[in-house]
Nanobody, 119 residues
Framework: QVQLVESGGGSVQTGGSLRLSCTGSEYSEAIQCVGWFRQAPGNAAERVAAIDRSTIKYHVPFAEGRLIVSRDWKQNIMYLQMARLTPDDTGTYYC?????????????WGHGTQVTVSS
């Protein structure tokens, strides 16, 4: 099975930064997209950002320019660089993988890493 492992979560104050990492995110014929979802307590999981095998990047509006996805193509590590964090960014962040481009409906999920932003 695909084994996605997130790391880098923690607690920061408003305005702080964190960088999340995801390993096990190799592309294949069956994996065309890897990306990030997040879930706040009591809320549905929401898509944050993704990178297709073709190298196309996606960022949802709340993430654009602030929560930035990147990839180390040599080490096969995907990152989410988060800056200017607010309490609304608090939640569990999941690394995901999808058979289809865009990571809209991922089949594979990591166990998540917790991000807490205090006011």
């Amino acid at each position: 099975q695909v084994q996605l492992v997130e790391s880098g979560g923690g607690s920061v104050q408003t305005g702080g930064s964190l960088r999340l990492s995801c390993t096990g995110s190799e592309y294949s014929e069956a994996i065309q997209c890897v990306g990030w979802f997040r879930q706040a307590p009591g809320n549905a999981a929401e898509r944050v950002a993704a990178i297709d095998r073709s190298t196309i990047k996606y960022h949802v509006p709340f993430a654009e320019g602030r929560l930035i996805v990147s990839r180390d193509w040599k080490q096969n590590i995907m990152y989410l660089q988060m800056a200017r964090l607010t309490p609304d960014d608090t939640g569990t962040y999941y690394c995901v993988a999808d058979r289809e481009k865009g990571c809209y409906s991922p089949q594979h999920w990591g166990h998540g890493t917790q991000v807490t932003v205090s006011s």
